[in-house]
């Protein structure tokens, strides 16, 4: 169903929540059962891409509505841009609450669009609350978590303190992994300087590229830095990149814990191979 096509009756709030209902299923489809196909389908070498659920509960990655303004509120751009630097799980959570909040702006366009009452309005949101977020369905968050667990009184005064010499042992213990843990990284550190040469050949990126005067420069393209501009650091190797050389916009970067630049991701993807 199309909203507003010629010769339909004004859509009534069942209406609009059987469309929605459709969408929701078939991004529900595309994060979960579908999400192999909907990772390769979402390719970052390719143009702003987003994600479209359609009525008929199938969904589909697409440039966004060449119609301006379009017909319909438009999902989130660029989620292919977004697949770079991010994990797996971390870029399906991404998507969807960003699908979760797409949905909503349909529902409430076409709330304001068909001129839905306070009643009509309440009656809408009502039935869409009933259903779980599709960040919920594919992050998978136990129900027991939602709800507020009981206050037990007194539980915490009648129970004493357990393993206290097991405790008293637990230093010496951390010790001993932390200092095995320093050599270990150590080791790490001369592998990672082989490797790392590896990429600086391998993608043309010069890593932690400055000036003589201490000016940071861009570790692809070399330029210098400008304040109008907006700029990414690797954690992993320290680099400064343009968000548009890696193809990472500042509001993509906000959503990303712990940004790896290309080498440095696919220095990660050759190690797993080797482990395998």
């Known amino acids: 169903?199309?909203?507003?096509?010629?010769?339909q009756k004004k859509p009534k709030p069942i209406d609009v929540f059987k469309n929605v209902k459709g969408r929701y299923t078939g991004l529900i489809k595309a994060l979960t059962t579908d999400v192999e196909e909907l990772y390769k389908q979402c390719d970052p070498e390719k143009e702003n891409l987003s994600l479209y659920g359609l009525p008929n509960e199938q969904w589909e990655v697409n440039l966004p509505a060449e119609d301006s303004p379009p017909g319909l509120p438009e999902p989130v751009l660029g989620i292919n841009f977004a697949r770079?630097?991010?994990?797996q799980?971390?870029?399906?959570?991404?998507?969807?609450?960003?699908?979760?909040s797409w949905l909503l702006a349909i529902a409430f366009y076409a709330g304001a669009r068909f001129g839905f009452g306070k009643a009509e309005r309440k009656k809408l949101f009502d039935m869409i609350n009933d259903l779980p977020s599709i960040h919920e369905v594919v992050i998978g968050v136990p129900e027991t978590q939602q709800k507020e667990k009981p206050t037990v009184p007194n539980q915490s005064k009648n129970k004493s303190k357990p393993n206290a010499s097991k405790r008293a042992?637990?230093?010496?213990?951390?010790?001993t992994?932390?200092?095995?843990?320093?050599?270990?990284?150590?080791d790490e550190e001369d592998d990672e300087e082989e490797e790392d040469k590896e990429d600086e050949e391998e993608w043309g990126i010069e890593m932690d590229v400055e000036e003589e005067g201490g000016e940071t420069l861009c570790g692809v393209c070399e330029g210098k830095y400008a304040k109008d501009e907006f700029?990414?650091?690797c954690d992993h190797c320290e680099t400064w990149f343009h968000g548009q050389c890696v193809k990472i916009t500042a509001a993509t970067a906000e959503y990303i814990k712990q940004y790896k630049c290309p080498p440095c991701s696919s220095k990660r993807s050759r190690s797993h191979f080797t482990e395998y």
Request: proline fraction near 2%.
């Open 84 to 87: 770079e630097g991010m994990e």
């Open 169 to 175: 042992s637990e230093p010496q213990g951390m010790l």
């Open 177 to 186: 992994k932390l200092q095995q843990k320093y050599e270990d990284d150590d």
């Open 89 to 100: 799980k971390e870029w399906l959570s991404f998507v969807a609450y960003h699908s979760d």
């Open 1 to 7: 169903m199309e909203f507003g096509a010629k010769g």
């Open 231 to 233: 700029w990414i650091c």
